[in-house]
Nanobody, 122 residues
Framework: QVQLVESGGGSVQAGGSLRLSCAASGYRTYCMGWFRQTPGKEREGVASINRNDVGTYYADSVKGRFTISLDTAKNTVYLQMNTLKSDDTAMYYC?????????????????WGQGTQVTVSS
């Protein structure tokens, strides 16, 4: 049974930092990613990372500010978010794929967490 459990969301002022974590169990993950969604908008990819140093991918809007990392021993993915902006306010979702990924398309990921809210105030 697949389970993805996110943690680390919260409220922060613009310019601040947050670190999100997502632990996967019951699923052999080759790729994990972070996505975000605001009311009335489609879910968008933020960052993804593959096992075995196959590659990482970032949305242009977060490049240079966010860093995704993967602890394969713990099957846990992290998203370090620095220099946060009000536009980063969203529900953040963790996702996993049993294949390597080369995309930030949500359709590629089959397992999803429940989401964690990130609110950035200006």
């Amino acid at each position: 049974q697949v389970q993805l459990v996110e943690s680390g969301g919260g409220s922060v002022q613009a310019g601040g930092s947050l670190r999100l974590s997502c632990a996967a169990s019951g699923y052999r993950t080759y790729c994990m990613g972070w996505f975000r969604q605001t009311p009335g908008k489609e879910r968008e990819g933020v960052a993804s990372i593959n096992r075995n140093d196959v590659g990482t991918y970032y949305a242009d809007s977060v490049k240079g500010r966010f860093t995704i990392s993967l602890d394969t021993a713990k099957n846990t993915v992290y998203l370090q978010m620095n220099t946060l902006k009000s536009d980063d306010t969203a529900m953040y979702y963790c996702a996993a794929s049993s294949n390597y990924c080369y995309t930030l398309s949500p359709a590629y990921f089959r397992a999803w967490g429940q989401g964690t809210q990130v609110t950035v105030s200006s």
